[in-house]
């Protein structure tokens, strides 16, 4: 037997430690740097792309003037009267820009603030003030000379005025304010259109006709409303606190606390809540489009309201509709009159281009567009025709509109603190409207809380 | 074995699972139907009918209004961020985790202190800070709070590097490897988990920031998703079917990667919170 | 040897630079800038003018901010409890494990997924007054956002309905790791499932529960988005949480120095309320699961 040699002790080799499988050992410091490397690239690529995204998409050789308004019948106007802009000024390319009137000033404010407002943009009577006062407006005054104002519309003139300057172009006039309504519900009801020139509201229930009409007017639970009565500043309530004798502001004041005021609301809260002839409040507080799209789906019979609205209801309406006078108060037939400008925009990089682009927006030419398609009011007065033949052409009585304004007037608020004291008073009025608060309690707390705000 | 009162209690379970999960979708069902609806026959008819003949149109109106722009913004932000702030979150956490250096402890509980700073307190000075550096309404606001790194990712990170055994670090280092190599060999490929919880966490929570965005941007240009959604309830106010097909395209995203994701997205909520 | 410890701190300092700058300078440094601005008037649009404690004066004295505070109090009494409870029942229900629960577990994290702005707008068509689905089914027009008692519980409906799939999660990952033998004891000993429930889980959730109570009130303190698209603040106020104030003062009335006050006071409610819940708690969560 041979034997087996015997194995020769292996010596005791300290033990390695334990290691799970890595992964194949890298060569170098290469791979994690080329890991490194090519997550800053991945980085870089989007930075890039995040850079040529906010590249400015400037058509070689043209500047490009921005436009903001909250219109959107009256954009399209604008762009046609840009195209022809264009023609005559092949350099310079306009683009109109809309945003919602429901934040339309609160977005500007940020916008502007934050340097990114377009180059021109509407404004309004009352949200003006503070955009003059920090200087972010171009001075109309010095860049087109005090003698351009001879050619606009006064109203509209005085109220862009601020310090013995004017601060706007004046664009449109709303007019006045009147009372749209559906011939086919009128006449379901046996009413005679005619006899709407001659409403009267009051108070007083034996002179008071608009009542009686508006209830005869009214269908089954909440299907057809008579009227549109709400808490709707330019359309509803400033008119019926001027007809009542009442005011609503005194300057940059409020001063809606008086007893002519209060008739008129508490008028208004009746119709709504005890009367129910017009759209419950938590509509229409919120909805400023609540009524008019009623009345367009043939749900409202009166619809009271401006200009502003007559190229939506001539080109939606499915039924026959006229246009007559608003109601008389107890002082009489008063309406409200606003208008809009286009200011420009004192930090746009563009001056040059924004003085051309608003000498053509308050211009004839360039403010006729407005008034040919009949979408609003030209506030250039030598533009005015156009709007006056376009709603003749069609067979539709514009005068009720413009009528209203030969008797007395009461003013667009405005000031420096309208937009925070206007906040202030919503919520009362919104609970006022709605019948919970009442009248003669909501509107000393809501001025108070109103003028409060609005001096911050 | 199933008792038979265990037996009818599993049918009651049931019943209450499903009661619940009627109430949790049915939203959402509502929702997508009425995008799919015509403004016409919403208007006129009552508004839980299906839609007669479906229509895309909503989601047309969604591209005239920009929506496509908005998608690829809010995506890029989002990639921006999660790349960033995991990258330089790692860096830290490491550093936090595995280094030792003067000042270490004092500055981790620092950034620990931040996590009780409420978002909704910064809003304000953040907004000042950006209007003072000229920085509003730019790509670069929207990133910059966000992109370098999130105590609540570093902490998270942090414990995690801990439990790697220092063997394996130890290990990597006698070969000769420098930190770099250390976190893209070893610390990375085994915190794997961790980092895909973390990636899918500041996906969601970026992609549906609205506040910051909506204060920070105005305007078509750098508008994010959410803020496009909300404003598109106030432009259209009342076009109900407009403003349905904006919250689909809004959650549709997060839901398809939710439901494809969604192990690994209920593990990430359950162990980043215990934590 | 000293050069590796420097080169430690170098390196260790290099890797710390971008989340130090970015702690510093987006969270540490607005901590100091929110103080000083609520001593200046800023309308946005105007220059930064000082006024020393005028706003704090204002804000203190009109009660818009206090009426804030309490409806945010209000609405998290509201919704903390019950999120938690619903996520709880939710929890004990999928922790049976049966077939087909890891379908539902994914179907209620749905709502929490997704933008909080997004479900607002898809709920405040839901609760439209005349258009919208759930006064269809119901046939009443019932006026959940602008009826000033329905608003907020509404609203903190709308959260709780978001919130429970999430909070599930947690109290399922609790429940799950209570470990077996416990409960086949407790039956051993002729424990009911209502005993066992009391006994056992709810104990043994403390610490799950904690953590959900916590966070749930400093998230709930701090909803936004949810009352901008739902009620704009609401019927008088009524829904008004301080983080929309807070907003609503910056942005829609442009008093900045007001907002930062309010930023301010905020920041430390919620400060204390997280240490003195901390310490409330530690003494109470010291359960050992050996």
Not at chain 1, 234 to 245: C, D, K, R, T, V
Not at chain 2, 168 to 176: E, K, Q, S, V, W
Request: with cysteine.
């Amino acid at each position: 037997m041979i034997a087996r040699p015997d194995r020769p002790d292996r010596p005791d080799r300290p033990k390695r430690p334990k290691q799970p499988k890595q992964p194949k050992r890298p060569t170098r410091p290469k791979f994690s740097t080329l890991t490194a490397l090519s997550l800053a690239a991945a980085m870089a690529l989007l930075l890039v792309s995040a850079v040529t995204l906010g590249r400015e998409t400037e058509p070689p050789g043209r500047t490009v003037v921005t436009v903001r308004l909250w219109d959107q019948q009256v954009a399209g106007a604008y762009r046609r009267s840009f195209d022809e802009f264009t023609r005559r000024h092949p350099g310079i390319e306009v683009r109109v820009n809309v945003v919602a009137f429901s934040t339309y000033f609160d977005t500007l404010r940020t916008d502007v603030a934050g340097g990114s407002a377009d180059d021109i943009f509407w404004i309004s009577n009352a949200y003006f003030a503070p955009y003059v006062d920090s200087g972010r407006l171009v001075d109309v005054t010095s860049s087109f000379g005090p003698q351009a104002v001879a050619g606009w519309e006064p109203s509209v003139v005085d109220q862009f005025t601020r310090d013995r300057r004017l601060w706007g172009v004046p664009q449109l006039t709303d007019a006045g304010i009147a009372l749209y309504y559906n011939a086919d519900l009128l006449s379901a009801a046996g009413v005679d259109p005619a006899v709407l020139d001659s409403l009267r509201w009051s108070p007083d229930d034996t002179v008071d006709t608009l009542r009686p009409l508006l209830s005869r007017l009214a269908g089954g639970r909440g299907r057809q409303w008579a009227y549109n009565a709400a808490n709707d500043l330019q359309g509803i309530y400033l008119n019926y606190i001027g007809s009542a004798g009442g005011v609503f502001s005194v300057g940059d004041r409020f001063a809606f606390d008086n007893a002519q005021a209060a008739e008129a609301f508490r008028y208004l809260v009746r119709l709504i809540n005890v009367d129910k002839v017009a759209p419950p409040a938590s509509a229409t507080n919120d909805n400023g489009d609540f009524s008019r799209n009623m009345f367009l789906q043939g749900r409202m019979a009166l619809f009271q309201s401006g200009t502003y609205n007559l190229a939506a209801v001539a080109a939606n309406a499915p039924f026959r509709w006229g246009v007559a006078l608003l109601p008389a108060g107890p002082a009489g037939r008063v309406s409200v009159t606003n208008g809009i400008a286009a200011a420009g925009n004192s930090a746009s990089p563009h001056p040059e281009s924004v003085r051309e682009v608003l000498a053509w927006m308050g211009g004839t030419d360039g403010n006729a567009y407005l008034g040919v398609g009949g979408a609003a009011v030209p506030a250039v007065l030598a533009a005015q025709r156009t709007y006056f033949d376009y709603w003749a052409a069609k067979g539709v009585d514009v005068a009720p509109f413009f009528d209203v304004l030969h008797g007395p007037r009461i003013s667009a608020p405005g000031g420096a603190g309208f937009a925070a004291g206007f906040n202030a008073l919503k919520p009362y009025f919104d609970e006022m409207f709605l019948g919970r608060l009442d009248v003669a309690q909501a509107l000393p707390q809501a001025q108070t809380a109103a003028n409060a705000a609005a001096e911050r | 074995m199933t008792s038979p009162s265990r037996a009818i209690s599993s049918a009651a379970v049931y019943a209450m699972l499903g009661v619940g999960a009627i109430i949790t979708l049915a939203p959402f069902v509502f929702g997508v139907v009425t995008s799919f609806t015509s403004a016409r026959q919403f208007a006129t008819g009552t508004p839980l009918q299906v839609p007669d003949p479906p229509t895309v149109a909503n989601y047309a109106g969604l591209a005239d209004a920009g929506f496509g722009r908005t998608v690829v913004v809010t995506a890029l932000m989002t990639a921006v961020i999660v790349l960033g702030q995991l990258t330089f979150s790692v860096l830290a956490a490491y550093a936090f985790a595995r280094l030792t250096f003067r000042g270490r402890d004092a500055i981790f509980w620092a950034y620990i202190a931040t996590l009780m700073v409420p978002p909704t307190v910064t809003i304000v000075p953040l907004y000042l800070m950006m209007a003072q550096a000229g920085l509003r309404n730019t790509f670069w606001a929207l990133v910059l709070p966000f992109v370098f790194g999130s105590p609540y990712a570093i902490f998270l990170l942090r414990e995690y590097f801990r439990t790697i055994p220092a063997d394996l670090i130890n290990a990597a280092r006698l070969d000769g490897a420098s930190t770099l190599d250390v976190l893209v060999h070893v610390v990375i490929p085994v915190s794997k988990p961790i980092l895909v919880t973390l990636t899918l966490i500041t996906v969601v929570s970026q992609w549906n920031n609205f506040m910051w965005p909506l204060v920070i941007t105005s305007g078509p240009k750098w508008r994010v998703l959410t803020v496009a959604t909300a404003g598109l309830q106030s432009q259209y106010n009342g076009q109900w079917t407009l403003v349905m097909a904006a919250t689909t395209v809004a959650t549709v995203p997060l839901i398809v990667a939710f439901v494809a994701f969604q192990r690994h997205i209920v593990r990430s909520i359950v162990v980043t919170g215990l934590k | 040897m000293v050069s590796a410890r420097v080169r430690t701190t170098t390196t260790a300092y290099a890797l710390l630079a971008p989340s130090l700058f970015g702690v510093a300078a987006f969270l540490l440094l607005p901590m100091f800038v929110v103080g000083w601005l609520s001593l200046h008037h800023w309308d946005l649009l105007g220059p930064i003018r000082y006024v020393g404690l005028d706003n704090w004066r204002s804000v203190l004295s009109d009660g818009t901010f206090g009426n804030s505070l309490v409806v945010t109090a209000l609405f998290v009494a509201l919704v903390v409890p019950v999120q938690s409870a619903l996520g709880l029942l939710a929890a004990s229900m999928l922790a049976r494990q049966l077939p087909g629960g890891v379908f539902f577990r994914t179907l209620y994290v749905l709502p929490w997924i997704c933008a909080p702005i997004a479900i607002a707008v898809l709920w405040h068509w839901l609760l439209a007054p005349t258009d919208g689905a759930i006064n269809t089914l119901l046939g009443r027009q019932v006026e959940w956002l602008t009826d000033p008692g329905l608003a907020l519980p509404v609203v903190s409906a709308v959260t709780v309905w978001t919130n429970v799939g999430y909070v599930a999660l947690f109290f399922l990952a609790g429940i799950l790791a209570i470990p077996e033998e416990i409960y086949r004891a407790a039956r051993l000993d002729g424990a009911g499932p209502w005993q066992r429930f009391r006994r056992i889980t709810l104990p043994l959730l403390r610490p799950t529960l904690f953590f959900v109570l916590v966070t749930g009130i400093i998230s709930a303190a701090q909803v936004f988005d949810t009352v901008y698209a739902l009620t704009g603040g609401g019927p008088q106020n009524r829904t008004d949480l301080v983080a929309h104030r807070i907003y609503a003062e910056a942005f829609g009335a442009a008093a900045v120095g007001r907002a930062a006050v309010m930023a301010v006071i905020l920041f430390a409610i919620l400060v204390i309320a997280t240490i003195a819940q901390h310490l409330y708690f530690r003494r109470r969560i010291s359960y050992d699961l050996a």
